[in-house]
């Protein structure tokens, strides 16, 4: 029913800064949120930030200060901007969306295939 599509990964160094892009196709909801999520080596998968257009922004405490996340409704399409990278940010990041109908059913979890990010000298 929906499609994620993530781009944007890749190997930055230290301090080093990445966008991540996350592309939804497919059926259309009444309202939806989007968001990320990581999972490093050996560590259970961690939310990182998500964002509706009514309700905001909502970020994991730890990451606030140098992750943003925004998003483009026309195009189902939400950002990650990551700044001051340091190697504890090295993870798979998946793109995540759940969506509601005009019935206020929730449809999701939907997931990305993840995009890999890299922080090494």
């Known amino acids: 029913q929906v499609q994620l599509v993530e781009s944007g990964g890749g190997l930055v160094p230290p301090g080093g800064s990445l966008r991540l892009t996350c592309a939804a196709s497919?059926?259309?909801?009444?309202?939806?949120?989007m968001g990320w999520f990581r999972q490093a080596p050996g560590k259970e998968r961690e939310f990182v930030a998500a964002i509706t257009r009514v309700s905001g922004d909502y970020y994991a405490d730890s990451l606030k200060a140098r992750f943003s996340i925004s998003i483009d409704n026309s195009k189902d399409t939400v950002y990650l901007q990551m700044d001051s990278l340091n190697p504890d940010d090295t993870a798979v990041y998946y793109c995540?969306?759940?969506?509601?109908?005009?019935?206020?059913?929730?449809?999701?979890?939907?997931w990305g295939q993840g995009t890999q990010v890299t922080v090494s000298s």
């Open positions: 497919g059926r259309t909801f009444n309202t939806y949120v």
């Open positions: 995540n969306l759940n969506g509601s109908t005009v019935s206020g059913e929730v449809m999701g979890p939907y």
